[in-house]
């Protein structure tokens, strides 16, 4: 394995994409859904970025990269046409010791991104450790039918169990196997027909006629 797998946490760090085109737009916004605090550096930056920008959401700076961008930041993402440039964020981040991705040149990151799944909390990443990224969509358009939000809807639940189980009982393992009950109850495939009725029998077969669904999910 060529790469150290992790879910990094963003969550109101300082972040910085270099570049405004579909691309850095692209990264931009999956940073901004993981909460990161997000500057951008470009010349010229897309319409929706623009909109970004007018909301409040990002902080944008219409000009070239410069060095002391990355002052104070967490993380940078280059994604500019310029090699050079690219080049020059890479070199600038290993100096101050800050996380770097630069678009489609892996020799030049301390850290790729993998093709995401997504349903709700639930994500799946897939990496190819950069061979073949085209590969990594395939298998991701497959994985986006297999996993639906019905796998939201569960993972949804069973937090909302796990934090309430944790209040009222400091037993791991008790609490261990009763996750495993309710697993193999088939909640999942109940999620995916819509049964909800069914799921609050579970529920309370399971884990007692106090818990339901109105209770733990609102």
Known sequence: MRYYPVNLDVQNKDC?????????????????SCGATLSIVSPEVTPSLEELASAGEVHIE?????PSDLNGKFLVIGATADEGVN??????A?????????????ESCTFVLPAIVEQGDLTV????SNKSPALAKRLRRKLEKEFG?????????MGSVRRRLIAENDSPEANKAKFEQLLDTNLLELFRQGRMGDIDNKLK???????????LLH
């Not at 910085?16 to 691309?23: M, Y």
């Not at 219409?62 to 410069?66: I, N, P």
């Open 16 to 32: 910085l994409v270099v570049g405004g085109g579909t691309i850095g737009e692209r990264k931009a916004k999956t940073l901004l």
């Open 62 to 66: 219409y000009r070239s990269y410069l």
């Open 87 to 92: 080049r020059q964020i890479s070199q600038d």
């Open 94 to 106: 290993a100096s101050k010791g800050i996380l770097c991705n630069i678009v489609d040149r892996p």
């Open 125 to 128: 990443a897939i990496s190819t």
């Open 149 to 157: 939000p019905e796998y939201g809807q569960l993972l949804s639940l």
């Open 205 to 215: 077969e399971v884990l007692g006629k106090e818990y339901n669904l109105q209770s």
